[in-house]
T-cell receptor, first 112, second 114 residues
């Protein structure tokens, strides 16, 4: 059963530390999304990739966030330095255009 | 630019009652539309989708939605609510072209009273 895998599921870190979240998209999907979910803002699109190339990262704070796809089986979202306001659940999703996106279980990040 | 508006952050119904969750979209080109459901501490799961063809779309768990272009709406319904339907529901839109930027509404939390 194909699924999107995200690691870690939970992360607690101190303010100022670097955080890296990983995502393994479903094999054969050419689009990968990163979303952030908070109570206040809901689901925000941070960035998305097509065939590993970034198409839009306008939703991402550029000074501290970065997203990459080193290869077709791995997408990463990095925060450096982390701040308490970054505490949220981060979701990765993958799909092909004109089909639905499949979501991972998310990474719950707490920055203290 | 695309956008989605979900009316009502919380909807409460009695078990067995009709469920109606509202979604209106804005898109400059023909849209693809989706409803997703999220249970606590889980990711989002697809309930149903509209791409082309029939405007009344049936999904899992007895849900359905109707695409109404004239009203720019894609409301989600279920004739009879079950306790297990309690969750958060998200409407999403993307363009019917290869840009495929999937934008979500703010979500509606469905509460089901016994």
């Amino acid at each position: 059963d194909a699924r999107v895998t995200q690691t870690p599921r939970h992360k607690v870190t101190e303010m100022g530390q670097e955080v890296t979240m990983r995502c393994q998209p479903i094999l054969g999907h050419n689009t990968v999304f990163w979303y952030r979910q908070t109570m206040m803002q809901g689901l925000e699109l941070l960035a998305y990739f097509r065939n590993r190339a970034p198409l839009d990262d306008s939703g991402m704070p550029k000074d501290r966030f970065s997203a990459e796809m080193p290869d077709a089986t791995l997408a990463t979202l990095k925060i450096q330095p982390s701040e308490p306001r970054d505490s949220a659940v981060y979701f990765c999703a993958s799909g092909n255009w004109n089909t639905e996106a499949f979501f991972g279980q998310g990474t719950r990040l707490t920055v203290v | 630019a695309q956008s989605v508006t979900q009316l009502g952050s919380h909807v409460s119904v009695s078990e067995g009652a009709l469920v109606l969750l509202r979604c209106n979209y804005s898109s400059s080109v023909p849209p693809y539309l989706f409803w997703y459901v999220q249970y606590p501490n889980q990711g989002l799961q697809l309930l149903l989708k509209y791409t082309t063809g029939a405007t009344l779309v049936k999904g899992i768990n007895g849900f359905e939605a109707e695409f109404k272009k004239s009203e720019t709406s894609f409301h989600l319904t279920k004739p009879s609510a079950h306790m297990s339907d309690a969750a958060e529901y998200f409407c999403a839109v993307t363009r019917m072209d290869s840009s495929y930027k999937l934008i979500f509404g703010s979500g509606t939390r469905l509460l089901v009273r016994p």
